[in-house]
């Protein structure tokens, strides 16, 4: 069957500076990570910008990207680094030449040293020296993004730094800090918004992180609850001024009565016939109820910042890409204004605290040589994105 998608819907595939760059002076450089990886060099995406240009561009015609704002500014206030802007300049007039949309993120979950030993978004106030950023990035690419996304995923941010304590600062069950945290960075939300309206058109949203919580066995079904509102429902209240509602979705999470990933859990799921990744319990359809969820509560257009599997297998990959299109479709059938989809992610990167084991890309990537090759799933992506529909 073909499913046909709108006419102008965005196609895209989606980065983080962080996960595709050379380390910069950031509160991740150098962590040990779950698979024995450091992150040191990883796709060097800096070294192979126009070889990277290509695929991107081969795939589709949107692409999700951020820059590295510790590259950027050296110190807080400080004036943009020109040698840097030039890169990312030329990089994104090219993207532009070639006819693509740019959906710019403004922060991806790394900070600069600088702004950590100012206290990070744990103090008051703070926000400012990234709202300086923000102003400086409006100046100077502005002219360049056809969408803004100002934070990546404020809820996996505040949650694996202080609550899991996964990510920097790895702080466990600090809720009164993640909620000091989450205040500081939606109040930077909301005053960035403005900042941008000021000089640029394009539609302004964060990513948010979605996630099925589903209680399976006493006291799961609390633990689930409690998962559900505060990352569901508490986070995405603080973020009001959206004109486009930003949504990622990997993972439903059982609770029997802890919750079960594919890392630590890996026989249990087995036992229990589940669907996996490499990450996380599989389940497609989770998505759908996300959209019917989030249309419902905002009635905000939705864009899809983030969507992709953890695997190594590019089959794998694209019965994926289908299945999730499926609900795609189903939920713009229903009603529900779907305005794009980014997938994660266009080549292989370095995945955060687990490390380079763990692989969404459409190009895959040797990160000893750097080179890149093409796979069967970003051919079909192209295919996909070039005939507005896809074949399931
Ligand atoms: C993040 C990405 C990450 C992906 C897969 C998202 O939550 O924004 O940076 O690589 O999930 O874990």
């Given at each position: 069957?073909?499913?046909?998608?709108?006419e102008?819907?965005i196609w895209?595939t989606?980065?983080?500076?962080?996960q595709?760059?050379?380390a910069?002076?950031?509160n991740?450089?150098?962590?040990?990570?779950?698979?024995?990886?450091t992150f040191?060099?990883?796709?060097?995406?800096?070294?192979?910008?126009?070889?990277?240009?290509?695929?991107?561009c081969?795939?589709?015609?949107?692409?999700r990207?951020?820059?590295?704002w510790?590259?950027?500014?050296?110190?807080?206030?400080?004036?943009?680094?020109?040698?840097?802007?030039?890169a990312?300049l030329?990089?994104m007039?090219?993207?532009k030449?070639r006819?693509?949309?740019?959906m710019?993120?403004l922060?991806?979950f790394?900070?600069?040293?600088w702004?950590e030993?100012?206290?990070?978004?744990?103090?008051?106030?703070?926000?400012?020296m990234?709202?300086?950023?923000?102003q400086?990035?409006v100046?100077?690419?502005?002219?360049?993004?056809?969408?803004?996304?100002t934070?990546?995923?404020?809820n996996?941010?505040?949650?694996?730094?202080w609550?899991t304590?996964?990510f920097?600062?790895?702080k466990?069950?600090?809720?009164?800090?993640?909620r000091r945290?989450?205040?500081?960075?939606?109040?930077?939300?909301?005053?960035?918004?403005?900042?941008?309206?000021?000089?640029?058109?394009a539609?302004?949203?964060?990513s948010?992180?979605t996630?099925q919580?589903?209680?399976?066995?006493?006291?799961?079904?609390?633990f689930?609850?409690?998962?559900?509102w505060?990352?569901m429902?508490?986070?995405?209240?603080?973020?009001?001024?959206?004109?486009?509602?930003g949504l990622?979705?990997?993972?439903r999470?059982s609770?029997r009565?802890f919750?079960?990933?594919?890392?630590n859990?890996?026989?249990?799921l087995?036992?229990?016939?589940?669907?996996t990744?490499?990450?996380w319990?599989?389940?497609?359809?989770?998505?759908y109820n996300?959209?019917?969820?989030?249309?419902?509560?905002t009635?905000?257009?939705?864009?899809?910042?983030?969507?992709?599997?953890?695997?190594?297998?590019?089959?794998?990959?694209?019965?994926?890409?289908k299945e999730?299109?499926?609900?795609?479709?189903?939920?713009?059938?229903?009603?529900?204004p779907?305005?794009?989809?980014?997938?994660?992610?266009?080549?292989?990167n370095?995945?955060?605290?687990?490390g380079?084991?763990?692989?969404?890309g459409?190009?895959?990537?040797?990160?000893?040589?750097?080179k890149?090759?093409?796979?069967?799933a970003?051919?079909f992506?192209?295919e996909?994105?070039?005939n507005?529909?896809?074949?399931?």
């Amino acid at each position: 069957m073909k499913l046909q998608f709108p006419e102008g819907f965005i196609w895209g595939t989606s980065t983080a500076a962080y996960q595709i760059e050379t380390a910069s002076e950031n509160n991740w450089k150098g962590l040990k990570c779950k698979d024995g990886t450091t992150f040191d060099k990883c796709s060097q995406h800096d070294l192979h910008r126009d070889e990277d240009l290509e695929y991107i561009c081969q795939i589709s015609n949107g692409y999700r990207m951020s820059h590295d704002w510790g590259k950027l500014q050296k110190a807080p206030f400080a004036e943009f680094d020109q040698k840097e802007v030039d890169a990312y300049l030329r990089f994104m007039e090219e993207l532009k030449r070639r006819g693509k949309h740019i959906m710019l993120v403004l922060h991806h979950f790394t900070n600069p040293l600088w702004f950590e030993k100012e206290g990070s978004w744990e103090k008051e106030g703070n926000r400012k020296m990234w709202l300086d950023f923000v102003q400086k990035s409006v100046d100077t690419f502005g002219h360049l993004v056809d969408t803004w996304n100002t934070f990546n995923e404020p809820n996996v941010y505040v949650s694996n730094g202080w609550i899991t304590g996964e990510f920097p600062p790895f702080k466990k069950g600090k809720i009164l800090l993640a909620r000091r945290v989450l205040k500081e960075i939606s109040r930077a939300h909301e005053e960035a918004y403005d900042i941008i309206k000021q000089k640029s058109k394009a539609p302004v949203g964060i990513s948010f992180n979605t996630v099925q919580f589903k209680g399976e066995i006493f006291p799961g079904h609390l633990f689930a609850k409690i998962a559900d509102w505060w990352f569901m429902e508490y986070c995405h209240n603080h973020f009001l001024k959206q004109d486009f509602q930003g949504l990622s979705y990997y993972a439903r999470m059982s609770f029997r009565p802890f919750p079960l990933d594919n890392m630590n859990h890996t026989e249990q799921l087995k036992k229990l016939g589940r669907r996996t990744d490499l990450m996380w319990e599989y389940d497609p359809k989770g998505f759908y109820n996300v959209f019917h969820r989030y249309w419902k509560k905002t009635k905000k257009p939705i864009i899809i910042t983030e969507s992709g599997i953890c695997t190594h297998d590019p089959k794998v990959r694209i019965e994926s890409i289908k299945e999730y299109l499926g609900w795609v479709h189903k939920a713009q059938q229903d009603g529900i204004p779907i305005q794009g989809y980014f997938h994660w992610s266009t080549m292989d990167n370095h995945e955060w605290n687990i490390g380079q084991y763990y692989r969404f890309g459409l190009v895959s990537v040797d990160f000893e040589t750097g080179k890149r090759t093409m796979t069967e799933a970003g051919t079909f992506m192209g295919e996909v994105a070039r005939n507005n529909s896809v074949e399931v």
